[in-house]
């Protein structure tokens, strides 16, 4: 792994990649945020496409799916390759925003293929991940809190925790192995950021399309908390609605959103 990563600093061409399986379950959101530890910047996309900024700065590091492998009652391992793209960003008075465009031509991949079937332009929103990470021999633990923001807002739309185990080796056998021999909690998701990036993202559109059709342009009164709270979830997203009132009440998304 840090060969590859030195590899695409150097702007090398990756190599075919490196072999990861990890899940997320979910945890209760803490009364303070992870201080002084690493917060990522993530691009919505799809599932096979992690665009983050590390720490919220410098170029664009992106992350390409390019194998999976089913491993028996353990869901699916994913191979990723990474790689720096200096000139895939630009700041404006929202932030940093994605340019598309030249990230599809860098990659080789289309705007479908980075963003996810049906899509075309990257959205309004902005997953900010903290992360408390701890490195085990074949991979890591790693607290997560994510808040999601929307363009122009400085309080979050959604707040969620969540606790993640990856185990990271080349070798396929072996991996299949450790991965064997990890329990799986109930409830766990098994999938790499990308796809837990993607679906807290989902539930952040869906909290936003509530408000709007109930005309509630202000989301970002004290009142908003109720609804961050799953109430009022789309009720054509049962799972989302399911994780949403776990993810929201505690003091500390209450002071955010009334610091906004």
Request: glycine share 10%; proline share 3%.
């Amino acid at each position: 792994m840090k060969r590859l990563w030195k590899a695409a600093m150097g702007g090398l061409p990756a190599d075919e990649g490196a072999w990861e399986w990890r899940y997320f379950v979910q945890t209760a959101v803490p009364s303070s945020d992870l201080a002084g530890k690493r917060e990522d910047v993530y691009f919505p996309a799809s599932c096979a496409a992690g665009l983050k900024l590390r720490n919220g700065t410098g170029s664009l590091e992106v992350k390409l799916r390019t194998g999976t492998l089913e491993i028996a009652s353990r869901g699916v391992a994913e191979r990723w390759t990474k790689r720096l793209h200096r000139s895939c960003t630009k700041l404006g008075s929202a932030g940093p925003s994605l340019e598309l465009e030249r990230l599809s031509m860098e990659t080789g991949w289309t705007a479908e293929q980075l963003l996810g079937e049906g899509s075309s332009s990257p959205g309004t929103l902005r997953v900010h991940c903290q992360k408390d990470r701890k490195h085990m021999s074949h991979g890591e633990v790693t607290r997560c809190i994510f808040l999601v923001y929307q363009e122009g807002r400085t309080a979050p739309v959604l707040a969620e925790s969540w606790q993640s185990v990856s185990v990271e080796i080349s070798d396929i056998a072996r991996l299949k192995c450790e991965v064997q021999k990890t329990a799986l909690p109930h409830g766990a998701i098994v999938t790499g950021y990308p796809g837990i990036i993607a679906q807290i993202a989902r539930r952040a559109e869906a909290l936003l399309r509530t408000a709007s059709s109930k005309g509630q342009s202000d989301l970002f009164a004290d009142s908003k908390v109720q609804l961050l709270a799953g109430t009022e979830t789309d009720d054509a997203l049962p799972r989302e609605k399911e994780v949403a009132q776990l993810s929201v009440g505690s003091s500390f998304l209450a002071q955010q959103i009334r610091n906004g």
